[in-house]
Nanobody, 133 residues
Framework: EVQLVESGGGLVQAGGSLRLSCVTS????????IGWFRQAPGKEREGVSC???????????YYADSLMGRFTIASDNAKNTVYLQMNSLKPEDTAIYYC???????????????????????WGQGIQVTVSS
């Protein structure tokens, strides 16, 4: 059974930091790209960052332009876990954050980084991140 479980969310003041974790199981970790997405109330789900998601290259990373370098994605392959370090948080970062898994080979098939929800096959249940002003 495929599982992705997010943790590390919560309430933080503007300017603060959080680190989200995504623990995965039930699939071959090295064969999949892992992406982080978020969805704010009344808005569509949007891609934040992904790893292993460019040109089928293991460890490759990609970030949404809007993040302006504030977030960093990393993986611990021994633990089948992906992290999202979020710094300089802003109230507009408030959302439910999801991690998801897509076949890494799809980045070659689609010809670009995998950061669109429909490209992902498996999803976690999501975790709330709230940034107060």
């Amino acid at each position: 059974e495929v599982q992705l479980v997010e943790s590390g969310g919560g309430l933080v003041q503007a300017g603060g930091s959080l680190r989200l974790s995504c623990v995965t199981s039930g699939f071959t970790f090295d064969d999949y790209a892992i992406g982080w997405f978020r969805q704010a109330p009344g808005k569509e789900r949007e891609g934040v960052s992904c790893i292993g998601c460019r040109d089928g290259i293991k460890g490759s990373t990609y970030y949404a332009d809007s993040l302006m370098g504030r977030f960093t994605i990393a993986s611990d392959n021994a633990k089948n876990t992906v992290y999202l370090q979020m710094n300089s948080l802003k109230p507009e970062d408030t959302a439910i954050y999801y991690c998801a898994a897509a076949r890494a080979s799809d980045s070659v098939l689609y010809g670009g980084p995998l950061l669109t929800p429909h490209e992902y096959d498996y999803w976690g249940q999501g975790i709330q991140v709230t940034v107060s002003s």
